[in-house]
């Protein structure tokens, strides 16, 4: 799960820069990558918790 994070942020990269220079379809696919690396985050999150209480 992490090397698919890891490529999410890596996708993000080029958008990004063409948002912070004014491309608002470029925000916009960052921002959906970006709850999606939320969301990933979250599930490994539970995983580290769930493996702990064994």
Avoid: F, H, P, W
């Amino acid at each position: 799960m992490l090397e698919q994070m890891q490529q999410l942020v890596e996708s993000a990269r080029e958008d990004y820069n063409k948002a912070k220079g004014g491309n608002r379809a470029a925000g916009t696919r960052v921002r959906k990558i970006m709850q999606d690396v939320k969301n990933l985050a979250q599930e490994i999150r539970k995983e580290m918790l769930g493996s702990r209480e064994d």
